[in-house]
């Protein structure tokens, strides 16, 4: 079992148009700052308009095992081409938990596109490099960060995302 170091939460900062967004602690709890995502719900118009977006929303929902990925958990803003994943709050399960649905992960499973590119095994070597998870293990329950960790072994191992509810 990989070991993740986890401590007080950690800062990091995202940049989503100029305004940042900060994982932070709050009266000693972990929590997190968000953006708004515009778009519409319930759409596949991304699929055939960015579909390299989809296939990256498949491969981040394997890796974080996000099991409530449906359409009304992203939005779509067809005049800027953006992308929006909202909703995580099923995301970093483990095995025997319950799924819902994972919309992009069965897309793309789908298509027979289930391997690996290049920036995607980069990304999840980079992952593992890090002691932490990139700040993530200091977030995450134990079991999830071990857990995230495990997929991300996994994927690497099979050059694959992986299936829908398998985590």
């Not at 095994?121 to 071990?146: I, K, M, T, V």
């Amino acid at each position: 079992m990989r070991r993740v170091a986890t401590g007080a939460p950690a800062r990091p900062r995202v940049r989503r148009d100029r305004r940042a967004l900060r994982l932070r602690a709050h009266e000693g709890e972990a929590g997190a700052l968000s953006a708004r995502q515009y778009g519409l719900p319930l759409t596949d118009e991304p699929l055939t308009r960015v579909p390299d977006r989809a296939r990256a929303a498949a491969f981040f929902d394997s890796l974080i095992a996000q099991q409530d990925r449906h359409a009304g958990n992203y939005r779509w803003d067809g005049d800027a081409e953006k992308l929006g994943l909202i909703d995580h709050g099923f995301a970093f399960a483990r095995p025997g938990q319950y799924v819902n649905q994972s919309f992009f992960v069965a897309w793309r499973w789908g298509r027979d596109e289930q391997a690996l590119i290049d920036a995607e095994q980069e990304a999840l070597r980079n992952l593992l490099e890090s002691r932490d998870l990139h700040g993530l293990g200091r977030f995450l329950l134990s079991e999830e960060a071990e857990a995230l960790a495990a997929r991300a072994d996994l994927m690497l191992e099979r050059d694959s995302i992986l299936a829908v509810g398998e985590f």
